[in-house]
């Protein structure tokens, strides 16, 4: 491996888990709200907004930082292939080597920040359920990040 594919993939990790790191910080600051009622959205105070913001924004930072650096680069790293491959096929193939657990895990995540990113007026009750399922399914993306993490540090501790 070279320096460069080190460093890129390195930086990503780091880049995760700090996005980790708030994402279970404001999980910890909203935990007595979970579950949401759409009320509660609602209801929310200014520091509460800027808790669920908080999470919401980390959540696609990580998945930003997971989908578009840390997964190709460690793709590239096992495979030694640095052409370019559908993002499909790349998941398809860490599936199949057990460093993810499940595509569809990722196309659910994806689906969650799609309904996130469209918040639109008199959709409380929908964004509080997307928040809902998001909030009570954040673990397994982050356990994605850490599962890759520990392979590749297993992997370059062989080396």
């Not at 491996?1 to 404001?26: F, W």
């Not at 595509?103 to 959709?123: C, I, K, T």
């Amino acid at each position: 491996m070279s320096n460069l594919d080190r460093i890129k993939i390195e930086s990503a990790l780091q880049e995760c888990s700090s996005h980790v790191h708030k994402i279970e910080r404001s999980q910890k600051l909203l935990k007595e709200f979970f579950p949401l009622a759409e009320k509660s959205l609602t209801d929310f105070t200014e520091d509460n907004i800027e808790h669920i913001d908080q999470f919401i924004y980390r959540f696609t930072k990580l998945q930003d930082a997971l989908g578009l650096r840390l997964i190709p680069s460690i793709y590239n790293f096992i495979e030694n292939d640095n052409t370019p491959k559908p993002f499909l096929d790349i998941l398809n193939r860490l599936e199949k080597l057990q460093i993810i657990p499940d595509v569809e895990e990722w196309q659910m995540f994806r689906n969650l920040r799609n309904n996130l990113a469209h918040d639109y007026p008199g959709s409380a009750r929908q964004t509080a359920e997307t928040l809902n399922l998001l909030y009570g399914e954040i673990h397994k993306m982050i356990s994605i990040y850490k599962t890759i993490s520990n392979y590749y540090y297993h992997l370059i501790n062989l080396q």
